[in-house]
């Protein structure tokens, strides 16, 4: 490891990263958006200031913070390392400069799982890429303890913000100017114009998030459906008709704003209610009548047509893009863990518009589906070892409904085996103990042990 870091180092930093930026990669799982959500959902990211550096554990290489990914990339593809569940980080520097020292201190293969690609290929085409992960005690210790650090700084803003008597703003709506403390204005747009955004005592960096409210309205967009209109009039007259007087829940946009986020490592404000609200509950209480599943809409690989049912969408790209994937793993015999890789192998190849069949690249996905559909590749894949490798156990997007759907290839043989058998069945009224008797193998084991001893006397 010491031996990449001196090799890499001796790089230009500049003209590595730039290297890097050509290349295609995913560093995190991709998410499908959800029917019927709002904006896309956002990490909850604490304002840091602009000229914090990030470090790369290995080399010299170091690069704004809010050039997080070219970092991350360069972890990667230089030196192999993933580091999980970055967004649940509270402080992404402060991580990586502690991880910096301890790597220095002992071989990274004592804190980081080894997870090797193409392990049944020949051995120069192997290779080690590490994992680091809250698996490992220590890493979930520093994790839990940048977590409390952030919770003590956000406390402590929020004490100086609920302190502060030098406040002075004007009314997102009107042209009240509000001095004293921000409640004074958060009471104003509640009582005057029906606009919350909650208690002020559960605020945090009050004037960043009046400057997000503001910036949306300077910019024409409704706060609650986030549409932009042609004028201010149009803007006003639709958010009072249609009581959108109130900012968008789904928009995690706001969730740095609320203390209540950074409570709990991991979680968000909704699962931190809703563990509160699970201890209201009567134990006693088993009435599930009015309990409704919230239904799994699966996306096609292909296009973006969802359902909710998974038999409609194999039946969609069945019919209309002739891909079955279940004569797939019936002819290729796959397991459970060889569908998913090639799931997520084919999600992959698409999302960078890769003809998954022959690898060739296209500069857009229609391009790419064009190729696929005119070339009959649609049903051709490469080599199993081409797909078959362990960095696609890692679903490319993270609520893919269709994993959920898959199941081994024996499943539906090993039934249809066991209802072919031929088992006999006795009833437990048996009505002729000596017939039974008479017809047993055991009874006619013991006649023929008794043939056997008359020939040897």
């Known amino acids: 490891v010491m031996a990449a870091c001196e090799r890499t180092a001796d790089c230009g930093s500049v003209n590595s990263l730039n290297r890097l930026l050509s290349r295609d990669s995913i560093l995190e799982p991709l998410s499908f958006p959800e029917l019927g959500a709002g904006s896309p959902s956002t990490p909850i990211v604490v304002q840091h200031p602009s000229d914090e550096l990030l470090v790369c554990l290995f080399c010299s290489e170091s690069v704004p913070l809010l050039q997080k990914d070219t970092l991350l990339r360069h972890l990667l593809l230089e030196h192999k390392l993933i580091i999980a569940d970055i967004k649940l980080i509270a402080s992404l520097p402060r991580y990586l400069v502690y991880w910096k020292g301890r790597f220095l201190e002992q071989p990274v293969t004592d804190f980081c799982s080894v997870i090797k690609t193409n392990s049944t290929g020949p051995v120069e085409k192997q290779e080690d890429y590490f994992l680091l992960c809250d698996v490992l005690p220590e890493d979930r210790i520093l994790r839990e303890r940048l977590q409390q650090k952030r919770l003590e700084e956000v406390l402590e803003q ?53 400057d997000t409210l503001q910036y949306k309205l300077d910019n024409l967009q409704c706060l609650y459906c986030e549409k932009i209109f042609r004028d201010k009039s149009t803007l006003k007259d639709h958010m009072r008709k ?17 203390v209540i986020n950074y409570l709990e490592l991991g979680k968000t404000w909704e699962e931190v209610q809703s563990e509160d609200d699970r201890e209201l509950v009567d134990v006693e209480d088993d009435d599930w009548s009015d309990w409704h599943a919230h239904p799994v809409s699966a996306v096609c690989l ?29 002819e290729l015999n796959l397991n459970f863990y060889q569908q998913v890789k090639l799931v997520n192998f084919i999600r992959r190849q698409i999302h960078q518009s890769h003809c998954y069949g022959c690898q060739k690249k296209f500069d857009s996905r229609a391009d790419m589906m064009d190729h696929i559909i005119s070339e009959g590749h649609v049903m051709k894949l490469p080599e199993m070892s081409t797909w078959d490798q362990p960095q696609y156990y890692f679903p490319t997007y993270e609520n893919d409904a269709l994993l959920c759907t898959l199941s081994d290839s024996n499943d539906d043989e090993d039934n249809e085996a066991c209802c072919n058998e031929d088992i006999p069945v006795i009833a437990e009224d048996i009505s002729d103990l000596r017939v039974l008797k008479q017809n047993s193998v055991l009874n006619q084991l013991l006649k023929n042990r008794g043939r056997f001893r008359k020939d040897d006397a």
């Open 158 to 210: 929020q004490q100086k913000e609920r302190d502060d008597c030098y406040f002075h703003r004007l009314c997102l709506f009107c042209s009240e100017e509000c001095t004293g403390n921000r409640a004074c204005l958060l009471n104003h747009m509640a009582r005057e114009h029906s606009f919350s955004i909650g208690l002020p005592d559960n605020i945090v960096y009050c004037n960043e998030f009046l």
């Open 242 to 258: 249609k009581a959108h007087r109130r900012i968008n829940a789904n928009n995690h946009e706001y969730d740095r704003f609320y």
């Open 302 to 330: 292909f296009c973006d047509r969802q359902s909710e049912t998974m038999d409609q969408i194999y039946t969609h790209m069945k019919d209309s893009h002739g891909f079955d994937l279940h004569n797939l793993k019936m």
